[in-house]
Structure formats: structure tokens, C-alpha cells
């Protein structure tokens, strides 16, 4: 789904097809879609999850980064902590692959560097140290041998197996610093790899995570009350590199001007409960607003006649001013009579019967996340060790 999908639908249903002496330009009905999926987002957001990494005896961090700075987070959803039994996960290679040049064309002129990590059941580490290698003319494809392979199993008792399934390479553009998904070796034993990737193939590959995740997933997954907005203790300066309020939860301050600060959450977590060290991760899910543009949506395909409604809702809601100055006529001989008033309340009508069933789809719709979501229940005084019944 397109925003030139939702125009064209909004002026099928507003009987207003393109032309010359259109009611509304492509600018009127983008503000009001624009408005629809502002409203539609307060019932059903975007939820979207990262994971982030502890910080030694914390319980307030700073809300993460979104998935597109265009969208910001607009409130957390629940939180996973922790997301993997402490000590199973892996750590990553500690050395890159060989590099080698062959004969090819696709890959530029320049330097080129790349990474490998190790691929669990439970997700997958961060990737090992750089390594680096400078394209000639007609040289231009990659060897990469001596692949870092994952170790053996890891057997925790009474937990069950860590195993490496396979690893993922990862490589910059040409002269660039940002890795992508160059290949996934969907095993722990190949240790060659012929790279004759062009950079455009390589521009929207997703990137290495920031967080390793290769541990045993605990089940069932711990969800944890949070209080949001919320500094309850001095994160700013609780750790002695200067707190951990930077992005991500990186070491930082997070102190902005007069009168601002980072947004945080505070897990309420018991004094046994928090992270003893960096190794452990919780998962975040947070609401943004949802995107509709000439790129994509994230909007289901299901809810997109909601959004056409809502469009169609406020383009006649606006449509009130420029009717608003009509006007009655009668001439002198009380013969002829012109009287257009009514054309306003026509359409004032007709935007609140819209409006009237929008927002009845809202609410349906509403009333479906709400049953699909689960619900921490917590009755008067709940005593410190409770969790553990």
C-alpha cells in the first residue's frame, strides 16, 4: 500500500476524480490522510522491538533508538528481562576471515572490509574485528578463507544446548565504514566464500546487530513492569564513566538544555534482579507512528479502508470553510429565489457521518489489539519474592 494507493481511493469515495476542477488538490487529501493515520496510530500503533544491553546495577535507561528517526518512539509496549539465561551465550569470533583477490569486475576500486559472527538458535552475535583489503583494476572479486568457525556445543544442565548453526559475512561499500549482509553460511564448517557481490546489491541488506543475542531464550519469556518517563534513581551519573543514558544505553549523561531531558524507563526490578554485569540483553517493544508514503506502509493491507474513511472524514471537514460564505437571494418582485445555505450543512453532515463511522472502526479495532495483548495483573501489596511463587 501506497499513498498514491490511499489518494486514489479517497477520491473514488469522495466522487472527486482527477482533473481540472478538482475539490480537493493532492495536497488537501495527504493532510488528511496525514490526520487519519495520526488518529488511526493512537488506537493501533507500529509496535516494532530492539534489544539492549544491561548496564551493571541499573534500572533506568534511556527509551531506544527507533527504527527510522522519522517515526520516534512514542510510548514502550513491554519489556523481556532477561531475554537469555545468563553465561549461554557465545562470544564472537576473535579473528576475521582471509582475504585474497581474484579476477572480476563487480566489486569498485577501493577498500573493502569485512566481518563475521556466529548464528545460535537464540539469535546471534555481534560481529569479530575488522579485516581489510584494497580492490585493482580487473581484480575486482574477493576470496575469503579460513572463515572463523563457532565453537562446540555449550551444554548448560538443567538448561539445555547452545549450538552455532551457522554465521553470518558482512561487508562495507566500497571506502565505507557501515557493514551489510553480504552471505549467511547455514552451517559451522564451510570456511570459503567467493565474494562477487556489486555494492548496489548490498545497499539495503540489513545490518549487524549491536547487541549479542546468541543465548538460550528463557521460557517463558519474563515481562516486566517499567514506569515510564520516569528517573527514579540517578542513572546520569550512577556509573563512573558517566552514567548510561547515552543512545542505547551507552554510557552518556543524557543532560540536554534547560528544561529537557533524555526520556527513560525504570525497571522495577528487586535488588537480586539486577544485572550484575553487561551480558545480559532485554528486549523492547515500543509504538511509533505508523508510515504511509510513496515508499511503503506499515499499515495492514486489512485496515486500509479505515485510513480511506478517516481521509475522506477530515478532506470533508475541511471542505466546510470555502462552502461557508454561500448565501440566499430573493429578488424584489418575490418571484425568483436562490437560496444556497443548505450546501453547508450538507456537507457538515456528511463529514460527521463519516467521522461517526471512523471512529466506530477505531474502536473495533481498538477493542482486537486490546484482546491479542496480555495484561500484568497485581493485587494490593505484592510481596518482595512473589515472583518466584
Known amino acids: 500500500m501506497l499513498l498514491s494507493d490511499v489518494e486514489n481511493a479517497c477520491r473514488l469515495d469522495l466522487f472527486d476524480p482527477a482533473g481540472a476542477s ?32 544491561t548496564q551493571p546495577f541499573q534500572r533506568t535507561y534511556p527509551y531506544p533508538a527507533s527504527w527510522n ?32 583477490l581474484t579476477s572480476g569486475t563487480n566489486l569498485g576500486l577501493g577498500v573493502y572490509k569485512y566481518a563475521v559472527s556466529l548464528l545460535t538458535q537464540g539469535g546471534e552475535t555481534t560481529p569479530g574485528p575488522l579485516v581489510q583489503i584494497t580492490t585493482t583494476s580487473s581484480y575486482q ?44 553460511l547455514a552451517d559451522n ?14 545497499a539495503n541488506m540489513p545490518q549487524p546487530p549491536l547487541v549479542n543475542t546468541s543465548g538460550i531464550m528463557l521460557w517463558p519469556p519474563m515481562e516486566r513492569a517499567f514506569a515510564e518517563y520516569s528517573n527514579l534513581y540517578d542513572s546520569s551519573t550512577a556509573l563512573a564513566a558517566g552514567g548510561n543514558l547515552g543512545s542505547m544505553g551507552a554510557v552518556g549523561s543524557g543532560q540536554g ?50 485510513i480511506v474513511l478517516g481521509a475522506c472524514a477530515y478532506a470533508l471537514e475541511a471542505y466546510q470553510t470555502p462552502t ?30 463519516k467521522m461517526t463511522q471512523f471512529q466506530q472502526r477505531l474502536e473495533v479495532i481498538k477493542r482486537q489489539r486490546d484482546y491479542a495483548s496480555s495484561a500484568i495483573a497485581q493485587w494490593g501489596q505484592v510481596q518482595r519474592y512473589w515472583w518466584r511463587i
Do not use: C
Not at 328 to 343: E, K, M, N, W
Open 69 to 100: 528517526p522519522a517515526y520516534p518512539v512514542l510510548w514502550l509496549e513491554r519489556i523481556l528481562y532477561p531475554l537469555q539465561v545468563y553465561g549461554s551465550a557465545f562470544a564472537s569470533p576473535t579473528a576475521g576471515p582471509g582475504l585474497s
Open 324 to 353: 461557508n460564505d454561500n448565501f440566499a437571494f430573493q429578488d424584489g418582485s418575490v418571484r425568483d429565489h436562490l437560496d444556497d445555505t443548505a450546501i453547508p450543512g450538507a456537507w457538515l453532515r456528511a463529514s460527521q457521518n
Open 189 to 202: 564448517t564451510t570456511t570459503s566464500y567467493l565474494d562477487t557481490a556489486s555494492d548496489a546489491s548490498l
Open 22 to 53: 478538482q475539490r480537493w488538490s493532492n495536497a488537501d487529501l495527504d493532510r488528511a490522510i496525514d490526520k487519519a493515520v495520526e488518529r488511526y496510530t493512537q488506537y493501533y500503533p507500529n509496535i516494532a522491538m530492539v534489544d539492549m544491553q
Open 141 to 184: 572479486a574477493v576470496n575469503l578463507a579460513s572463515i572463523p568457525l563457532g565453537p562446540l556445543a555449550q551444554v548448560l544442565p538443567a538448561v539445555g544446548t547452545n549450538t552455532v548453526i551457522g554465521r553470518n559475512i558482512y561487508r562495507t561499500l566500497v571506502g565505507g565504514s557501515t557493514l551489510y549482509l553480504l552471505a549467511t
Open 257 to 306: 538544555a534547560t528544561g529537557t531531558s533524555t526520556p527513560t524507563f525504570t525497571l522495577k526490578l528487586d535488588n537480586s534482579e539486577l544485572p550484575k554485569d553487561n551480558t545480559l540483553t532485554m528486549r523492547v517493544f515500543y509504538a511509533t507512528r505508523h508510515q504511509l508514503d510513496s515508499q511503503g506502509s506499515t499499515i495492514p493491507e486489512i485496515h486500509r479502508d479505515i
